[in-house]
């Protein structure tokens, strides 16, 4: 080998050591990587767990109705919930708060296995159970938001979010399956009661962990609410992000996972079809995880809005007719810009917003992702009525496209920047 060679190879070597460095360097805090194990442990127990609910409603005698009315009040419970849960994150300190949410889920989540194991649940009582997880959740997860950034530097904030990320995805491919072996072997009072387990033990973890001490302004509590709404309306930057997430969400969510489900059922083959498209967003989930591992946009808004773009690809795909092959990689280029413009937001609001203010102003933003959906649910009768499947799904397609690109007409998110990540000792030159 020359010598040119040699040189060419170590800095090569030299590349991917900083790349990892600075890939794995979040997880040199020892608070932030006892704060990754809680919430694999509790992501794998939720992957399980997807359709145990769901068949314990049906053997209760719920029927498919039973199942949309679960799904529709844990949707609702989380809209009304989130802005307090927003209050609460910038109010206590989270770490406590995010424990006790978990345990109070972990025990819900028993109770719910217990009901189902003696065979006296009934479809209102599991509706119940399922709406309150959705409330403590919805109470928790912005202190979630607003812990990571008081615990990892600023400058390793992408590659902490994108650790998370890789972590959740790659739970959520093989969870599913793991759980329906187990349904389908014990019954759903084991995959319920997984659950259960895991959020107990993620609680026990995350009682490990240490966060700076704040002291929030005292306030009367609406107040707080109301403070958290202007800090969103006031900052151009978020309320036109969220403005077209919002009608991005809703369109996704029908072109995914309705229309688009019903497209694949009705002309590709049925369940091993829709399982091809399933695997596919995993993959992508994961794919483009890993990407914002080792790669951290300076044009953040940008890197944002244009990597919601691909998210139009698997509905403009079905209207056209496409093979299944295409429609796969369509999602895998869906899901791949979905994590990636996760990551983005996450990494930008922790970056810019104030740490006594991000649990209200991600809840708000959370919200505002998510209240169009249920309108857009009982939009889908009509509008496959008027267009058919493939008319619909091509005004999903339109509409995400419209709304990716519609934020970017605003100047405070063409500028958006994240600080560059932080350089890894290893980097010298080998030469």
């Known amino acids: 080998m020359t010598t040119d060679s040699q040189a060419g190879a170590g800095r090569v070597r030299v590349l991917l050591a900083a790349h990892a460095g600075r890939a794995g360097a979040p997880l040199r805090t020892p608070a932030f990587a006892r704060y990754v194990a809680a919430g694999l442990l509790s992501s794998a127990g939720t992957a399980m767990a997807t359709g145990a609910v769901a068949y314990a409603v049906l053997e209760a005698g719920g029927g498919a109705a039973g199942v949309a009315v679960v799904y529709l009040g844990q949707m609702l419970a989380t809209l009304v919930m989130l802005p307090l849960g927003g209050v609460w994150a910038d109010r206590l300190p989270r770490v406590r708060l995010i424990v006790v949410v978990e345990l109070c889920i972990g025990l819900l989540v028993a109770g719910q296995a217990g009901l189902v194991a003696a065979g006296h649940a009934r479809p209102g009582q599991l509706a119940l159970i399922a709406a309150a997880v959705s409330i403590a959740s919805a109470l928790g997860d912005p202190a979630r938001f607003g812990l990571v950034a008081g615990i990892v530097a600023p400058e390793h904030l992408p590659q902490a979010n994108a650790l998370l990320k890789t972590g959740h995805y790659g739970v959520l491919m093989a969870g599913p399956a793991l759980g329906g072996w187990l349904v389908a072997a014990a019954g759903p009072a084991w995959g319920i009661g997984a659950n259960a387990a895991s959020f107990i033990l993620s609680a026990l973890l995350l009682s490990g962990v240490t966060a700076p001490a704040r002291t929030p302004a005292v306030r009367r509590f609406a107040a707080d609410l109301a403070q958290g709404w202007r800090l969103v309306t006031g900052a151009p930057w978020i309320w036109a992000s969220v403005a077209g997430s919002g009608v991005m969400v809703a369109c996704w969510h029908l072109a995914y996972g309705i229309v688009g ?167 010298e030159d080998p030469g």
């Open 261 to 427: 489900l019903t497209y694949v059922q009705t002309h590709l083959g049925g369940p091993a079809a829709w399982g091809v498209v399933a695997a596919s967003l995993g993959i992508g989930m994961v794919a483009g995880s890993l990407v914002s591992l080792v790669w951290t946009p300076r044009r953040a808004g940008y890197a944002h809005c244009f990597a919601i773009v691909p998210m139009a690809l698997p509905g403009l795909s079905m209207a056209a007719g496409a093979p299944l092959a295409v429609i796969a990689a369509a999602v895998v280029a869906a899901a791949a810009g979905l994590a990636i413009a996760a990551v983005t937001w996450r990494s930008l609001v922790q970056q810019r917003v104030p740490a006594d203010q991000q649990g209200r102003v991600s809840a708000w933003v959370t919200l505002g992702e998510l209240v169009l959906a249920p309108p857009a649910y009982l939009l889908v009768g009509p509008a496959v009525a008027a267009l058919g499947l493939r008319g619909t799904l091509l005004v999903c397609g339109v509409g995400i496209l419209a709304a990716a690109i519609a934020p970017l007409a605003h100047r405070d998110v063409r500028a958006l920047t994240l600080l560059p990540p932080a350089p890894y000792g290893g980097e």
